[in-house]
């Protein structure tokens, strides 16, 4: 009782401790690697089509419609009513999934998925107004961690469930059902931040209005040269982000749809949540590693973007081409691994330009960019309503748009790398100007 008093006056510590054990309960969906072979199995008993062309664009289109909204209350409501209303989504979520009948039910099941999804910007950016700005790194760590682990066991557990257990999908849904409620009784703990990052109180805007080019994420600098450094030194990353982002989402949203139709769910062996589990630990891996590399991204960055943005597109090539489901399964732990990657290099290369709030900001319009583009390729690819195309084709767009962003990167990349290396001192002054742009893990 004591050593729980003890953290809780910690502010800092009990705000993480709080957060993560909701991120990792939240996250630890069991069921959620095998969503499809459940949907398009006896006991929903949708066809492949319908799960594709028709259920799957309302999800999309319905968080294109939430985001905004759900944006400006995140900061409005100080947070912690979002992450209420997040865990309460996905409580409504896994009932539905469990026992509510008929293609309706499953309609209902996109829109409240996409308040579910929406509402991660809540949950991602709590952090920031209820922490000191010197605890922001280990805490992020926690938070992040937390949600990793979460969702590795709940994949691993699903796998062993399936495999060793042969336990019907129906009761990964149910034990699903029960981690998210166990989220929704932690979100009630999370204390009420006492101000938003942009909705502030007159005393809170004073003291913001002094230092708001300060922060974790960037060092103390004029205002004009804040916003020259923000707009040059981040727009080419966000461009990747947004455009990283949005093709990864399809191919999320979709594989377990590829999976299906190479090897029937109904008639073989399915290894679903394994694959998640392995792109999960392959992927933080990876990062991990990024993270002592000890790069001057300013020259090398648009290069590696370029590199990693190759290697996902003939990852998801392999998925579309392949007739063997051990390479579909290895080309998508590939193309998380390097989408894991160009999040890490884009996202540290926005963060060390901008000042906190400015870095929220940025990190709500890379969002919904993302989730526009999304909404403009399933409309125009997915959608039964206009080609509707069937899920091999799908994925071959998917593969030549990553191949058009990391041609781009690469021809950007290349230039910005022989410019530099004809100009030793441009390469010096950016070293200079950005400390290096070492991303070491504590940092990120």
Not at 252 to 279: K, R
Not at 317 to 338: D, E, H, P, Q, R
Not at 381 to 399: H, K, P, R, S
Request: net charge negative; glycine share 8%; aromatic share 14%.
């Amino acid at each position: 009782m004591g050593s729980w008093a003890k953290l809780k006056s910690s502010s800092w510590a009990y705000h993480t401790a709080v957060l993560s054990l909701y991120g990792f309960f939240a996250y630890c969906r069991v069921a959620e690697p095998f969503l499809t072979p459940y949907l398009m199995g006896p006991n929903k008993n949708i066809s492949g089509e319908v799960v594709t062309n028709y259920l799957f664009p309302i999800w999309t289109y319905s968080k294109l419609a939430c985001l905004f909204p759900v944006f400006l209350l995140t900061d409005f409501l100080r947070h912690k009513p979002l992450v209420v209303v997040q865990g309460l989504f996905l409580v409504t979520n896994y009932v539905l999934l469990c026992f509510a009948p008929g293609l309706l039910a499953m309609v209902f099941l996109q829109v409240n998925y996409a308040v579910v999804t929406s509402t991660e910007v809540a949950y991602l950016s709590y952090i920031y107004s209820v922490i000191p700005i010197e605890n922001y790194q280990r805490a992020t760590g926690y938070v992040r961690s937390a949600m990793l682990v979460g969702y590795t066991f709940g994949a691993s557990l699903a796998q062993v469930l399936v495999s060793v257990a042969e336990l019907d999908l129906f009761y990964l849904n149910a034990i699903t059902l029960g981690t998210v409620s166990m989220a929704l009784l932690i979100s009630f703990w999370l204390p009420m931040p006492q101000r938003g990052l942009f909705f502030k109180g007159k005393k809170d805007a004073a003291v913001g209005s002094s230092s708001h080019q300060t922060g974790p994420l960037g060092a103390d600098m004029p205002e004009e040269a804040v916003m020259d450094k923000e707009e040059v030194g981040s727009r080419k990353e966000r461009m990747e982000l947004d455009g990283g982002g949005a093709g990864y989402e399809q191919i999320f949203n979709y594989v377990q749809l590829m999976w299906d139709h190479i090897e029937p769910s109904a008639t073989s062996s399915i290894y679903n949540g394994a694959v998640e589990a392995a792109c999960s630990l392959v992927g933080a891996v990876a990062a991990f590693s990024v993270g002592h590399l000890k790069v001057t991204w300013a020259v090398w960055g648009e290069l590696a973007l370029g590199l990693f943005s190759a290697v996902a597109t003939g990852a998801v090539f392999l998925m579309a081409l392949t007739s063997s489901i051990w390479a579909c399964y290895a080309g998508y732990v590939i193309f998380k691994s390097c989408y894991m990657l160009l999040i890490t290099i884009t996202t540290f290369q926005i963060a060390s330009n901008l000042s906190m709030e400015c870095y929220a900001l940025a990190f709500g319009i890379n969002t919904f960019v993302a989730i526009l583009l999304q909404t403009i390729i399933t409309l125009v690819v997915v959608d039964e309503a206009t080609l509707g195309l069937d899920i091999v084709t799908q994925f071959i767009i998917y593969g030549s748009y990553y191949a058009f962003i990391s041609v781009l990167f690469l021809i950007r990349g290349t230039y910005t790398a022989c410019t530099n290396q004809r100009n030793p001192e441009l390469t010096q002054s950016k070293e200079h100007e950005s400390g290096g742009d070492v991303i070491s893990v504590e940092r990120f």
